[in-house]
């Protein structure tokens, strides 16, 4: 589910500590990882590199209760990895939290809010001062 | 008010086309021309160049129906600045979207979501092994 308004954005962080245990782009990773059943293939689909995948993952595994990842041994970068039921759980309530907050973009006030807005940024100064000199 | 959980973060952003017409540090410094009554007061207070409080001052004020901040002629660097009527408006209605958005974490599956959290991370492999070789 998405916001109801799509000019309203809602970005949920979960911290453990200093450090961001959970949040948009960590879920989206779990995601892949569900998907492609390994580290380097979810790295690939959300196009970043397997060892900024792997750090992502380390260091969700280190915030919560026990792991949300588990790998099993395999060839050189790793070999299976799948969601435990931490991971699985962690993540749809996660998301579910998610719904709820973007729900809310539904009630009159944010309306109002997304009715004060222009379509677009008018042009600045100096986008306006080229387009003068451009005729 | 915050967030009911203080691990779990919203970060609420208004877009106008690409640009971020409203967020919480553009909202910091509404509130912070309100106080101080002039630009270069607020960026000080916010302890952002007055060239950057300018820039999101203008930005805001291309991105809604009308201008949220206006300047009064004066010395160098600007004379005064206040609140617009839309900007006290727009303002308002942000602070409060994101304080129900805050007071959603009060329920029982955020309170789930935060129980599975540590209180902070487990030390990572490389942070052991140190820890080992210091002793």
Known sequence: MKSE????????QILC???????????DLLDAIAAEGSISGAGRRMGMSYR???QLVDLMN????????ETSPGSARGGGARLTAEGTAVLGDYRA????????TGHADAATL???LRARPLRSQAERGEASREG
Chains 1, 2 share one sequence.
């Open 114 to 116: 997304a009715a004060r």
């Open 62 to 69: 280190r915030c919560w209760q026990s792991p949300l990842v």
């Open 97 to 104: 939290l998610q719904a709820a907050l973007d729900a809310r």
């Open 5 to 12: 308004h799509p000019a309203i954005k809602i970005k949920l």
């Open 52 to 54: 900024r995948a792997w």
């Open 17 to 27: 500590g200093e450090a961001i245990a959970m949040g948009p782009g960590k879920a």
